[in-house]
């Protein structure tokens, strides 16, 4: 949410609705892009890398290349794979 429109929100409604409005307006800050290492993700995933780097070659995840051997996992990704994998 930008700024402008946090505002405009804010004052466009009751008082009472204030906190709501900014305990919304955080928790869609949280919500940012986290980079995971292999380790994490298998962590989450409850998988070793070998899986992790399989699932990645069969284009089931597709991992971020910072460089040459530092690849990053995005956590929304993950998380959902993993409640694929649930049901």
Do not use: F
């Amino acid at each position: 949410m930008k700024v402008e429109q946090l505002i405009g929100e804010i004052l466009s409604a009751p008082a009472e609705r204030h906190n709501d409005i900014l305990k919304a307006a955080r928790g869609a800050a949280d919500r940012k892009p986290q980079p995971l290492t292999a380790k994490q993700a298998c962590e989450i995933l409850g998988c070793c890398t070998a899986t992790l780097r399989r699932m990645e070659r069969r284009g089931v995840i597709a991992p971020r290349r910072l460089s040459k051997r530092m690849l990053r996992y995005e956590r929304t990704e993950i998380e959902a794979l993993l409640e694929i994998a649930s049901v």
